[in-house]
Structures are given as structure tokens and as C-alpha cells.
């Protein structure tokens, strides 16, 4: 086990009607001005907005909205953000949506307190000082930003996904009412379930093997994920099934399920980032689309590692084979999952059918123009980028 810290400072409001309290949760932290961030329409037809305009009301806050947050959030609706809290001289900034809301509220954060542009934070040319504090009201079981210290954001030029972590843009509450991802679409609820398993599998598949404790908590939360997404698509009012994926979520991206492993892999997101700047495909199907390419590139680095995955998470009997027959078998057990819920298993899947020339520049992009290597669990360059996008169309 390596060293660690395990920081989570964001406050947990769990169970139905919970978003009610959103305007008191505010005051608590100091707020006195809130933009009310969030996306579609959804949430103003729903009501949502107005029960949370509500309570904000009541607690005796004033506000300010911004919506139009897309999958895949732009810098320029954070541009748009940033010139509104300093406009309206906005303290709190409270996110009503999903992981896209989340990563784009953070961003507004970041680049209210920053003189410098806000993409030179993504682009490592600076890094975070603060941020103004942020709080979410949670509508899809998904990202898991309410709880973790990142934040991905879009450049429209050149359509780059590029990520920042830092404690500063770490929410100060989470609002959690499973109610709310009842009446979401079967693609978005499964969408969010396989962005829930690939946030701890990235922390999973890790060099580091001698993790009793935290693959015991890895796996019992991805084998609960399987099963909840099946029951949830099937029933979607089904409270318990949501409950259990919206829990899941947050501790998936909270830094629970990777204490002692290291830095985990992150291959298949890095790749996946490329894919969502250049095309805007829903993140979970996007990582769907990759992994089980990037697996079958990887696994020989450690079969042992695939073949617990295999036996453990997707009850692969361990009689079945050894190390490398149980790894691959696991590989596609888990593929043929992610097609039952209705996920792409390749590129292609996607709707998109990758030129040589997209390849070589999905790993241009990937490799930040040839600067870095990506994964933990096999480190991967340039080369190895265009052959997994290749093996993935």
C-alpha cells in the first residue's frame, strides 16, 4: 500500500426532498449573493429550479441564473459565468445538474478570483489560487464532481478537453435526492452508471496490488453498480436502485475506492477526453467505447490484477481458467454488460467512423502534442494511443 491522503470536505445531505434545505446549506457557508448555475430545461420544468428559488428566498438570498450548460461544458459559458459573478458581484456559486454543471460552476469559480484567463488553468500555464466556494444540488448519478477536486472543461478552439484538480473548487455541500434521476432518459441513467464503474476501475487497475481493504470497498461498490443500473433501467421510479447509484457515484470519485493504490491508471479517460472535445460524445459511452480496447492492450502487464476483477466484480468463476484466460473473460463480460445497457462497445458504436488522419490526431491531442505519456497501470505514448483508438473503431 503507498502513501496517501484522503481529503473530503464536502458536506453529504442525502434522501427525498433534501434540495428544500439548499438556501439554509448556503447560509451556513457564508453565502449572501448565488448564481444559480444550471443546464437544459429540465430542471425548470421539472420545478426543481423553483423549489430551490424558494428556498433561497426564504433563507433571505439573493440570486442570479445562468443556464444553458451542455454535455461536454464550454469555456464560453464559463466566460459568460465569470463576467456575471463579477458583474453582479456573485459569493456563492450553486450547481443544479450534473457532472457537466458541476465541472462548469467550478471553472466560473476559478476564473472569478483569477485575473489571469481561466483556460490558462487548464492548460497548466497557472495554477489554481482559490476559487469562489460552490455548492450542488445533484440531478443525475454520474461524474461524481459533487465530491471530487476536478473539473473538465471544452475549448470550442481547437475543441480540447482539458481537466484542473485542486482542493480550492472542492464542493462545500452535496444535495442528494435520488428522486431527482427518476424520470432521467435509459441512455442518460446508463450513461452515468458506467462513468460511476470507470471512475473506480481507473483507480483499480493500479501496479499496486496489496489493498485488502480498499479493493474489498472497490469491488463491493462496482458489483452494487451492476446490479442497481440493471434494476433502475428496468423500474426507473425504483427509490432504492437510484439511491444506490447516486451513493455510489460520490464515493466512486471521492478518492475512497483508490486510497493506497497511487495515482491509478486514467488512460481510458485521457482517451476518452479526445473523443468527447472532438465529437461531443456523452462521456460514460464515450469511456465505454474505449475500455475494453485499452484492457486487452494492457492486461499482460499484470493478469492477475484482470483475473480479480473477473472473479470478484462479474462472478467469473475462479475455476474458469488461469490469470490470462480469466482476464480476458472478465474483458468481455463486462463489454457484453455495458451492451445490455444500451452502450457502445467500439467507436464506430458511437455513430463514428475514425479516418487514419482523425486517429493520428486524437493522439496528438492526447498526447498534449507529443509532450506526455499517459496510465499508470501501462504507460502509454503517442504510439500506443493511435493503436488502442485504431483497435477501439
Known sequence: MTNFT???PTKVVFGRNTEKETGRLISQAGGRKVLLHYGSGSAERSGLLNRICASLEEAGLDYVCLGGVVPNPRLSKVYEGIELCRREEVDFILAVGGGSVIDSAKAIGYGAVHECDVWDLYEKKEMPRGCLPIGAVLTIAASGSEMSNSSVI??????????????YARCRFAVMNPELTCSLPAFQTASGSADILMHTMERYFTPECQLALTDGIAEALMRTVLTNARIALAD???YEARAELMW??????????????G???WAPHQLEHELGGMFDVAHGAGLTAVWGSWARYVYRENPKRFAQFAVRVLQIPETAGNAEELALKGIEALEKYFVFLGLPVTIRGLGIDLT???????????????????GGFKKLDREDMEAIYTMAR
Open 263 to 265: 495515482a491509478g491508471d
Open 6 to 8: 484522503y481529503y473530503t
Open 356 to 374: 487514419t488522419e482523425q486517429i493520428r490526431e486524437l493522439a496528438y491531442k492526447c498526447s498534449f502534442f507529443g509532450t506526455r505519456t499517459i
Open 236 to 238: 426507473p421510479g425504483n
Open 248 to 261: 455510489a457515484g460520490s464515493l466512486s470519485h471521492n478518492g475512497l475506492t483508490g486510497c493506497g493504490g
Open 154 to 167: 471544452t475549448n470550442e478552439k481547437g475543441w480540447l478537453k482539458r481537466s484542473v484538480k485542486s482542493d
